[in-house]
């Protein structure tokens, strides 16, 4: 992919990654991009680096336009290593670079690289950079979704480059959300918008309504957003606005997630009768068993579902493996503005249910107590004990949904 001019002497040059399907644990099965952003001013000035595998095709796609020892300035909006990695090589080729980054970016890039030769300016929000025709404005942004983190804004070109915030792990010769072509629709674009917030932004929902407040407080106009991850967006980036403040109030569908994992199919077949009964509630339901899934699939199926059943045999008086793997990614990303139940098969002393309801509380979700247990296989009675279950948590899901119309 070649450098790709994105506003008037504004250019992409960053680096398409097809093949990583696992992101720090992140499964990635439509692969990433790496944005980077060149502004060819009086001043040029490179806007993040890339991920240190591709760290010569960024040099690349900037050689294409200039010589890298011409950059005069470096902003790192953040310092995570697939943003920030290639820096020292770019430091290389621009020694007498300055680079522009929060005082939390500084301390965190002093602990990656040998920075006493360069020259390093902190800045905070409202204050500028002025590059020649362009002016840019630094905004930081706090835990999101790292302490370093800030965005950058250029005045004139009307851009926000709002580094992780706004992003999917998408790989695609598209650059812009009005190029990307999906067989059916752009239905995977905003898929891929929700799994990013999903596994990444879920904890910082309070911060996202607070900075986009603070954004349109600061009066700036926006008619692009272009985040260092996926396309940037052209044609309606008030519609990953929207998506984000609609997530961040805890917009989910009125659907249960079953999540689960199982030892000889005794809980396995718990969830067929718990599923008939939320659908004949009227409630939409999708099954997950935990080893057949990635652990991200899991959790944005989680998000994107109003209630949630989990459902854990119990191995050696615990809770099983993958799930409590799967209550520790959950416990992580701080989920809110759900609801959620347990279920679960046993040989003699129990104990899964009781460690998952204890889970939710301590998560503070919503939650239905005490859940359901069934010893060794499932009965008859057992199987309609499921069904009414699951009808009886349908019809709680659909009361707590109320509080989201
Ligand atoms: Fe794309 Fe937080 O790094």
């Not at 680079?99 to 965190?108: F, L, S």
């Not at 052209?234 to 009125?254: E, F, S």
């Not at 998952?356 to 359901?372: A, C, T, W």
Request: charged share 25%; hydrophobic share 40%.
């Amino acid at each position: 992919m070649k450098a790709i001019e994105i506003k008037p002497d504004i250019y992409w040059v960053g680096a398409i990654d097809w093949a990583v399907r696992d992101f720090h644990g992140y499964v990635t099965p439509n692969g990433t991009t790496y944005n980077n952003y060149l502004i060819l001013d009086s001043e040029i000035t490179l806007v993040d680096t890339v991920k240190h595998d591709f760290t010569e095709v960024g040099i690349g796609n900037i050689r294409e336009l200039i010589e890298p020892s011409r950059i005069k300035n470096i902003v790192i909006n953040h310092i995570e290593n697939d943003h920030l990695a290639a820096l020292d090589r770019v430091m290389e080729l621009a020694p007498d670079a300055t680079i522009h980054i929060t005082e939390r970016g500084k301390k965190g890039m002093e602990r990656f690289f040998d920075t006493s030769r360069w020259n390093i300016r902190v800045v905070k929000t409202g204050d500028e950079l002025n590059t020649g025709k362009y002016t840019l404005q630094f905004i930081e942004t706090p835990m999101l979704h790292w302490p370093d983190s800030m965005m950058t804004y250029v005045k004139g070109a009307k851009l926000l480059i709002s580094q992780d915030a706004f992003g999917q792990h998408l790989a695609s010769t598209a650059r812009f959300d009005d190029d990307f072509v999906d067989c059916s629709s752009h239905t995977a674009l905003e898929n891929s918008v929700v799994d990013y917030y999903a596994n990444i932004l879920m904890p910082f929902g309070a911060l996202i309504k607070s900075k986009i407040a603070q954004i349109e407080k600061l009066g700036i106009e926006i008619d692009m957003i272009a985040p260092d991850h996926g396309v940037i967006w052209r044609r309606d980036p008030q519609k990953v606005l929207r998506m984000y403040l609609d997530m961040a109030n805890g917009k989910a569908a009125l659907r249960v997630a079953v999540i689960y994992d199982t030892m000889w199919h005794s809980t396995e077949q718990m969830t067929l009768p718990i599923m008939q009964g939320i659908m004949d509630e009227g409630v939409g339901c999708k099954v997950i068993k935990l080893r057949a899934t990635p652990m991200s699939v899991a959790i944005t199926e989680f998000w994107m579902s109003r209630g949630c059943l989990v459902g854990s045999p119990t191995l050696n008086n615990e809770v099983f493996p993958s799930v409590a793997e799967f209550i520790t990614h959950l416990r992580g990303l701080r989920p809110k503005d759900r609801i959620a139940g347990a279920f679960g098969s046993y040989g003699w002393g129990g104990g899964a249910v009781k460690w998952l309801y204890n889970e939710f509380q301590s998560m503070k979700l919503e939650s239905v107590e005490p859940g359901i247990q069934v010893q060794y296989r499932p009965s008859k009675e057992d199987e309609k004990n499921c069904y009414d279950f699951g009808r009886e948590f349908a019809r709680r899901v659909k009361e707590y949904h109320k509080n989201y119309d």
